[in-house]
């Protein structure tokens, strides 16, 4: 069964885009889906449109068929998310503009190399009432504020002028697809927003705390990426799990020094959220970052190359992050005092041998 892009013939309040159809963000628009399919009449519109960038499928039998029209017509995100059904009233469409025509809540869940170039498409186009959320693990470093760290809500907030609230925590998409329980967490500036996203993510299994501490919660997001690059070279190594935990208590402690130096009103308590210990300890132990650096230390290859090979498609955050904290540090006066993020920035890009790494730290 295909489903349209139609108009509802009741009036609903809120209407949801996503943008973004990978492994995390056809996982989202499955609870989305569901979501609205069964809230109150009025409240949602009943379509949520979940933008595709358009790709190329060959199937099992030979057949070429694009993405989206496979997503319509089997509701299944074969390239990204194959054996999990999506609901029928996630419609993919491959023209952003029409994906977030009207639409009045935003989900962001791209790579965050690619954030600028999609705001800037969209400006001038989004419905006045728009609001969004981040799903996105990064930063940016900002060439027009002189290099200065960006936070990804805050591109987005500075290029479309909408309120934003982002959502990190320890979710593996593939799990959280499952339905297996976890939590996640919602940072937010303005509480009325935050408790809409809540209604939209929420379920029995996906359990939403939200806190007052917008970037704190995203900082968390971005670093740990970092430091499962490390957990990575451990794995790689095979230098055991109390090297592993040494590792992670170090780059925890790095991301509350980082956060705290960086930004203001930064609360302990967030970091024991989901989006915290909870997402460190997840990504050091299953994420795509500590896999790539394991075959990284192990088969010798170019992270780029194994990128490719094992990701499907998919990009890495880990290194990139490394990169742009390190300039950030250097320009700063602080490499000193973050030893773990310097160590990953420079196997990674520099060369420098992985085997001893964690005596620098």
Not at 105 to 113: E, K, N, S, T
Not at 119 to 134: D, W
Not at 256 to 283: H, M, P, Q
Not at 304 to 320: A, S, Y
Request: net charge neutral.
């Amino acid at each position: 069964m295909k489903r349209d892009i139609g108009t509802s013939v009741h009036c609903p309040v809120e209407s949801v885009a996503i943008i973004g159809s990978g492994n995390w963000g056809s996982t989202i628009a499955k609870i989305v889906g569901h979501n609205v399919a069964k809230s109150a009449r009025g409240v949602f519109d009943d379509v949520v449109r979940m933008w595709v960038y358009e790709e190329e499928v060959e199937r099992i039998d030979g057949r070429v068929e694009m993405l989206s029209e496979i997503i319509n017509t089997e509701h299944v995100n074969v390239k990204y998310l194959p054996e999990i059904r999506l609901p029928l009233n996630v419609v993919a469409v491959t023209d952003l503009v029409e994906c977030v025509k009207d639409a009045t809540l935003l989900v962001f869940v791209i790579p965050h190399q690619f954030v600028h170039k999609i705001c800037t498409a969209l400006q001038g186009r989004l419905n006045a009432k728009a609001r969004g959320i981040s799903l996105i693990k990064g930063i940016d470093s900002n060439p027009e504020c002189g290099g200065e760290l960006r936070l990804i809500s805050q591109m987005i907030k500075g290029q479309l002028g909408i309120d934003m609230c982002v959502l990190m925590g320890a979710n593996i998409a593939n799990e959280v697809a499952r339905g297996f329980f976890c939590e996640a967490t919602i940072g937010y500036a303005d509480a009325r927003n935050a408790a809409l996203w809540e209604s939209l993510f929420a379920t029995k299994t996906f359990r939403i705390a939200c806190v007052p501490d917008l970037f704190s919660v995203e900082i968390c997001g971005a670093l740990k990426n970092i430091v499962a690059i490390a957990s990575g070279f451990v794995d790689g190594l095979g230098l055991g799990d109390n090297t592993k935990a040494a590792i992670i208590r170090i780059g925890l402690c790095e991301m509350i020094d980082f956060a705290k130096r960086f930004y203001a009103n930064v609360k302990d308590a967030t970091f024991f959220e989901s989006c915290g210990i909870a997402d460190l300890i997840t990504t050091c132990q299953g994420g795509r970052n500590r896999k790539i650096a394991e075959a990284f230390v192990r088969q010798k290859k170019p992270i780029e190359v194994l990128e490719k090979e094992m990701l499907k498609g998919q990009l890495l955050q880990g290194p990139l992050t490394s990169k742009e904290v390190y300039f950030l540090l250097k320009k700063k006066n602080l490499l000193k005092q973050f030893p773990l993020f310097v160590a990953v920035y420079r196997i990674c890009y520099e060369g420098v041998p992985v085997e001893d790494f964690y005596l620098r730290l």
